[in-house]
């Protein structure tokens, strides 16, 4: 809302009427302050969620009316079977959003591993960025030195698909500042970086391992942009014993520790959530991932400490 102060002059004859008009407006101050927080509470839902939730509870109540009917003479088998899929799906997508079913954590092996992770952002084959999003084939390079703790976090609901639902482990930043640099046309661009998180799951030697990092107040190269509150994902494997490791011709395992047989995949790909829309009603369908580019593990470079 916009403030106006009305300056009156100093007279005995309109004393009252300016308490009154202070008084009114520190009324519509509050009122204001008021519709502000609720506003931002509105924005802050999980849209997604909710909007799944109902479409869920509509699929278990006509469930009620079309479950009976299979014994009928004309059953509704198509109407039946969706919307025991939705019921199964919203149900699923529910209990992990709000953290009371997790997939099993298979990343013990890398806990406490410092690397350099190199960001490489820039158009890749099949992207579905817009056309005019890192046409010009400019690249983004951003070397971050991080390390995987074993420290919890509690993303709060809905939590992170990527990650499979709420909770996950601590990604520390352990850059200068916390921040990442990258020269430019201007020279050295210096860009902040937020600590993420990270889960691995999978089964036997071979796991998923899937990290964030979050950039406030994004990063450009010409064309080639992180949005400002961006959150990149990284998606890559890592093994329990990178010895036994079956690769593709081409992959490399970097080594979390002299001392340890775990490793993780050299290579692996950055993508960034799309606003949703009607195209996944609203994030009820799950997120849109955008492939931004590809990033690669290395050890720790100490000239960014």
Known sequence: AVSTTTFY???SSNLKERKIISYMSSNDNNNDNLIQKGSNFLQKL?????????????SLFQLFDEVPDLLSDDPNLIGTAFDVFFVVYTAQNILQQ????????????IEGTECCVTLNVGREKGTLMERNW????????LP???RFTEEDV???FPGEEALGGRYCKKVVVLNNNSEATFVGPKGESAVPVVNGGWISTGEENESKLRFFLDFPNGAFRNDVIIPPRGRVFFSGV???DRSSAKLEAGEVIFSTASDSKAGILQDGALTMKKKNGVRNLFGALG???????????????????
């Open 154 to 156: 509690d993303l709060g």
């Open 144 to 146: 971050i030195n991080i």
């Open 46 to 58: 999980p849209g997604g969620s909710i909007l799944l939730l109902l479409i869920g509870l509509r």
């Open 134 to 141: 890192a046409a010009s084939g400019n690249r983004l390079l």
């Open 287 to 305: 997120n849109i991932n955008l492939f931004i580019g590809k990033y690669t593990i290395g050890s720790i470079k100490t000239q960014l400490l």
């Open 238 to 240: 890592c093994f329990t």
């Open 98 to 109: 709000t953290g009371l079913v997790q997939e099993q954590f298979s990343g013990e092996d």
């Open 9 to 11: 002059p100093r007279s």
